[in-house]
């Protein structure tokens, strides 16, 4: 599978976050490491395999723009679960699985109190942010919009025990008067941001992948 790069031009403004472009970038590693850009960052690193026992990922993106970056990095099961920067959203998509760091979107017909917005990195203008995280296998599925219902029932009985993973990486691109709009709080000695409102569809991503042949364990 070549690298391939898909992008959707637009301009929009939602809470005074504003981003020139909505795309997802992919490519497709080679033995362990990997390297993927979109011209605005550019991500790179290598995926370890801990026999089946877990999944070792190492990153490093840099911002090449002339905005803020902010990674969608604070992944948590709950605003009273203990942070976790390992944590990833592990996502059955095509009978592959993605595990993901970004903002999901609620599902269609299901009702929420609120959005849930993953805690960001921010990354300065010419500057980068690297992370070692560490995933534990059998993977078991689950999002915070994970239902247990039919839809859910469905796209695990398509799937194998042993499936294609992905790593996806989600962010966007802010000007510095955005930056007003988010909360900084300092967790596990890094600094986060924290956002009230997203618009999930208006980030960008990238997609590397499938970095492994992986065990899956459906609850």
């Known amino acids: 599978m070549r690298p391939g790069v898909r992008y959707l031009f637009l301009i929009v403004l939602m809470g005074g976050i504003s981003q020139m472009t909505?795309?997802?970038?992919t490519a497709e590693p080679r033995t362990g490491h990997f390297s993927v850009d979109n011209s605005q960052c550019r991500m790179v690193g290598r995926v370890d395999r801990i026999d089946d026992a877990a999944l070792?990922?190492?990153?490093?993106l840099a911002n090449q723009s002339g905005l803020h970056a902010f990674v969608f990095h604070?992944?948590?099961?709950?605003?009273?679960?203990?942070?976790?920067?390992?944590l990833t959203y592990v996502i059955p998509v095509n009978r592959e699985i993605e595990l993901a760091k970004k903002m999901l979107p609620v599902p269609k017909g299901l009702r929420v109190e609120r959005p849930v917005i993953p805690l960001c990195i921010r990354i300065e203008p010419g500057e980068s942010f690297s992370d070692s995280i560490q995933i534990p296998m059998p993977l078991v599925p689950w999002s915070h919009y994970s239902t247990g219902q039919s839809?859910?029932?469905a796209k695990q009985n398509e799937m194998s025990e042993r499936v294609n993973a992905h790593f996806v990486l989600g962010f966007f691109l802010a000007p510095t008067e955005s930056v007003q709009l988010a909360t900084p709080i300092q967790l596990a000695d890094r600094e986060y941001w924290s956002f009230k409102t997203f618009d999930p569809q208006k980030q960008l991503f990238f997609r590397v992948g499938p970095i492994a042949d992986v065990p899956v364990r459906f609850k």
Request: no cysteine.
């Open 56 to 60: 070792k990922i190492e990153y490093s």
């Open 74 to 86: 604070g992944v948590s099961r709950g605003p009273e679960a203990e942070f976790d920067p390992n």
């Open 151 to 153: 839809d859910d029932i």
């Open 22 to 25: 909505s795309s997802e970038t």
